[in-house]
Every structure is written in C-alpha cells, then in structure tokens.
C-alpha cells in the first residue's frame, strides 16, 4: 500500500527465494538473506551490494552452495575458469 507521497507504508513485504521464487513467510526460522558487497580493483567496499535471499526449503535439501553458485555466476560475481 501506498501513501499519498507515494512511498511504500506496508508493515510488512514478504520476501522471495532468489532461487526458486518462492515466498518465504513471516514464520520461517530455516532461512537466510544474504547482503553481497560490491568492490573495486583495489578490494575497497564501494557502498553497493546485492541481496539474495535462501529459503529453508532449498538449504534444508542441501542445495544452497549450488544455487548461490549459479545466482553469483549470473550476477557476473563468480567464474568458473581457471
């Protein structure tokens, strides 16, 4: 919902898998969220970072490595060569 300013004033937004898209509820204990800093050449934090966001269905699979292997691949944050 929104105001009349136009920003958001919802108590609270559920958030996503960023692996499978699930929603992840409010009463979910098993997952994490994870804040990924942006750095530059010379390895100084830059101020920017992505957030991912696991849900305690894939970390209870024990799939969680993978999937934030292939989300950081996409990302361009992680290669796989030598």
Do not use: W
């Not at 937004?13 to 509820?25: E, H, V, W």
């Not at 969680?64 to 060569?81: I, M, V, W």
């Amino acid at each position: 919902m929104q105001n009349d300013e136009g920003r958001i004033v919802d108590l609270y937004l559920p958030r996503k898998c960023s692996a499978t898209n699930r929603l992840i509820p409010a009463k979910e204990h098993g997952a994490v969220q994870l804040n990924v800093a942006q750095v530059d050449e010379q390895g100084t934090y830059s101020g920017e970072f992505y957030t991912f966001a696991l849900a305690g269905f894939i970390r209870q699979r024990g799939e969680s490595d993978a999937c934030l292997n292939r989300l950081l691949y996409e990302k361009g944050l992680l290669t796989f060569s030598k």
